[in-house]
C-alpha cells in the first residue's frame, strides 16, 4: 500500500510521478506558499542563529561561488583558543556580510528546525528515501553559488522573494557521491560551448513555487531585485552502483580475495592481463553464489543506516507519569518515524527508526502495529491503550513517546509547558497540522 502523499501533495500535484523514478527532467509547480512558510521564514532563520545556539558549520555563508571563511562570519575572530563560542554565528559580521551580497547557507535543517524536521521525516518516508534540507538567504542583485550540479535531486520551495534558476542538461549523467561537482569539473571550454547552447529552461521563482531539479541537471541561481529565501530538500538516489557496494563489503569478509597476488603478477602486460582475467573469473563465481537476500538485507541495512533519528524523539518523556499522559487528548501513531516494521512468527514486533530497535510483545506489538499501519495521525484515547495492551500500558507509552513513534497530544492539540519542564519535543506536529489527510 501507498503512504498517503500528505507532505508531498504540499510540493506537487503529480504525485504519481514520484512514486517509483523521480522526474529525469525539470519540474515546476505552483502551490500555496502559506504552508511553506510554516516551515521557513526569515525570522526563524533570525531564531535559529540568535537564539537556538546553532554552530557552525550547520551554517555558512558563499559569495560568487566562494564560501568564505567562517571567521569572517563567526566568534572565532575575536574568540580565545578553545572558548566554546568560536563557533556561534556572529550576527553583526553576517548582517555585514548579507549587505555586501553574500548568501547564507542554514545548514542540515531536517536535524536543526522542528516543522523542518517534521516535515521531512514524513517526505522521507513517503518517497522511502532520507530527505535532507537547507535553506539559502540571498540578498538582491547577488549569487552565492555559481554553476554547478547536485548529485541528488532538489526540491526547491520559494518562499521569499524571487530568484532565478537557468537549468542546463547534465554533463554527466546520474553523478554519485564520489563524482560530486568540483571547481574544475567544466573547463573554460566546455563553460563557453555550454553558454553558447543556452539554458535548457529558465524560471523565476516566486513565493509558492517548488522547482524539482534532477539529480546531475547543472543549475545557475542569482536574484535580480529582491532578496529571496528558498529551502532545498535533497533527495538522494539509491543507485545500482550503491547496491553493488554492499557486495563488495561482504567480498571483504573472503579470505580468498584479501590475499595478495604474486610478486610478479604485473610483472608484463600479458601477465596482467592473465593475472586480471583470473580475478575477474573468480569474482564471477563467488557472485554467482551469492544469495540475493544477502544483498537485499545488507542494502537495506546501509539505507537504513544513512536515516537520520527522527528528530522528534524527547529525553523528556521519560519523566511523564502515568497521571500527565492519561491527563491528555490521547496519542498518536506517527507512521513516518518507523523505518522498518517487521513481524516474527512468535507475534513480536521489531520497529526499527533511525536511532535503533524498538521489540513489543504482545498485545502491544498487534495493537501498535495496527495504529502505525493505519497512518492516521489522530489521537487515539489513553483508556484505548489501557485496555488493548493491559498493565504495562504505561511503561510502553512511555518508552515510545521517548522513541518518536507515538505523540502525546494534549487537550486542545497545543504543545504544553510548564515551569519546570518543557514537553512540547513530545506535543508539537508540523506533518499533522499544516498537511490534513487527504
Known sequence: MQPNPRALSLLT?????????????????????????????????????????????????????????????????????????????????????????????????HRNSRPVASFCRRLSYELGRPVMASAFLTPANAQGFGLHYDIEGVFVLQIEGRKTWKLYPPILAFPLRSQQWRPDTLSAEARRDLEQRGPHAVYELVPGDVLWIPRG??????????????????????????????????????????????????ATTDRARQECAAVLESFAAWVAGRDPADLADRSLEGLRDAWYPARCSPVTSVLLSDAEIADSAGLAAIREAVVGLEYAPDGRLCLRTGEGEVLLEPPAAGFVGSLLMADDPSPVPVDRYLAEIGPDAYRVMRMLLGEGILDLIPHGGIAREDSSRVVSDVLYRTCATLVPSL
Not at 511553506?36 to 554552530?55: F, V, Y
Not at 575572530?77 to 568560536?86: C, I, N, P, Q, V
Not at 557496494?245 to 603478477?265: I, K, M, N, P, Y
Request: with cysteine; net charge negative.
Open 13 to 109: 500535484d503529480r504525485i504519481d510521478d514520484f512514486r517509483a523514478d523521480p522526474p529525469a527532467e525539470p519540474q515546476l509547480a505552483h502551490r500555496d506558499v502559506a504552508p511553506l512558510k510554516e516551515l521557513i521564514s526569515m525570522p526563524m532563520i533570525d531564531e535559529l542563529l540568535a537564539d537556538n545556539g546553532l554552530t557552525y558549520p550547520l551554517f555558512a555563508m558563499a559569495r560568487n561561488g566562494v564560501r568564505l571563511p567562517a571567521s569572517m562570519y563567526t566568534c572565532a575572530g575575536r574568540a580565545l583558543k578553545g572558548d566554546l563560542t568560536r563557533d556561534l554565528p556572529d550576527l553583526r559580521s553576517i548582517r555585514d556580510q548579507l549587505a555586501r551580497g553574500a548568501t547564507l547557507i542554514v545548514e542540515r535543517l
Open 217 to 266: 541537471w547543472l543549475h545557475d541561481v542569482f536574484t535580480t531585485g529582491q532578496a529571496s529565501l528558498h529551502l532545498s530538500l535533497g533527495v538522494p538516489a539509491l543507485s545500482k552502483f550503491e547496491v553493488i557496494t554492499h557486495l563488495l563489503e561482504a567480498l571483504a569478509q573472503d579470505e580468498e580475495f584479501r590475499h595478495g597476488l604474486s610478486l610478479d603478477a604485473f
